[in-house]
T-cell receptor, first 113, second 120 residues
Framework: SQTIHQWPATLVQPVGSPLSLECTVEGTSNPNLYWYRQAAGRGLQLLFYSVGIGQISSEVPQNLSASRPQDRQFILSSKKLLLSDSGFYLC????????????FGPGTRLTVL | AQKVTQAQTEISVVEKEDVTLDCVYETRDTTYYLFWYKQPPSGELVFLIRRNSFDEQNEISGRYSWNFQKSTSSFNFTITASQVVDSAVYFCALSEALHWLAQGAQKLVFGQGTRLTINP
């Protein structure tokens, strides 16, 4: 069966510091991968998606970037965090045969102080 | 643009009551998918159901049931005989194709969620 991991689970970072969040998927090949952010009291917003290694598309211009160095690894990064980057970051995967259903990881709660 | 509205921000009921969560959507696409996800206090989003726009049959899964009505652009979710473990935030979502080259990648447009509290 498929499993999705995210780490770290929680992170507190000062403004201006770098960021690296990691997501890995097990049990499936060539998945589509996604990064969403959930700000406090708000819905989820798609940040990035990837359909293959090295293929990244951004949905919202922002202070963040994403990379996919391996088939089942998706990384969210920032060179300098802003206060507005605080939120709950969720990674998700889907496959073409799944009709678009996305399965989410446990999330990373990021607080920027 | 795609839009999902969950007008009920919070609902609180007593255990064993039935409760319905409303979802209204807007889309210009003729083919689309609708979803419900559950977000318990741990934060992880748990997939509950996917419905194809061509399939308007209602679905029942145990105590859960879904009513899809294309004429009113609604996809409501009912929990029968609610239990404390049903307490969570529930999200309705609508799929949007990202790009014809995107190999089936879909953007999920989420509603703002309904926080459901089941009291013992």
């Amino acid at each position: 069966s498929q499993t999705i991991h995210q780490w770290p689970a929680t992170l507190v970072q000062p403004v201006g510091s770098p960021l690296s969040l990691e997501c890995t998927v097990e049990g499936t090949s060539n998945p589509n991968l996604y990064w969403y952010r959930q700000a406090a009291g708000r819905g989820l917003q798609l940040l990035f998606y990837s359909v293959g290694i090295g293929q990244i598309s951004s949905e919202v211009p922002q202070n963040l970037s994403a990379s996919r160095p391996q088939d089942r690894q998706f990384i969210l990064s920032s060179k300098k965090l802003l206060l507005s980057d605080s939120g709950f970051y969720l990674c998700a995967w889907s496959v073409l045969a799944g009709g678009g259903t996305q399965y989410f990881g446990p999330g990373t709660r990021l607080t920027v102080l | 643009a795609q839009k999902v509205t969950q007008a009920q921000t919070e609902i609180s009921v007593v255990e064993k009551e039935d409760v319905t969560l409303d979802c209204v959507y807007e889309t210009r696409d003729t083919t689309y998918y609708l979803f419900w996800y559950k977000q318990p206090p741990s934060g992880e989003l748990v997939f509950l159901i996917r419905r194809n726009s061509f399939d308007e049959q209602n679905e029942i899964s145990g105590r859960y049931s879904w009513n899809f009505q294309k004429s009113t652009s609604s996809f409501n979710f009912t929990i029968t005989a609610s239990q404390v473990v049903d307490s969570a935030v529930y999200f309705c979502a609508l799929s949007e194709a990202l790009h014809w080259l995107a190999q089936g990648a879909q953007k999920l447009v989420f509603g703002q969620g309904t926080r459901l509290t089941i009291n013992p």
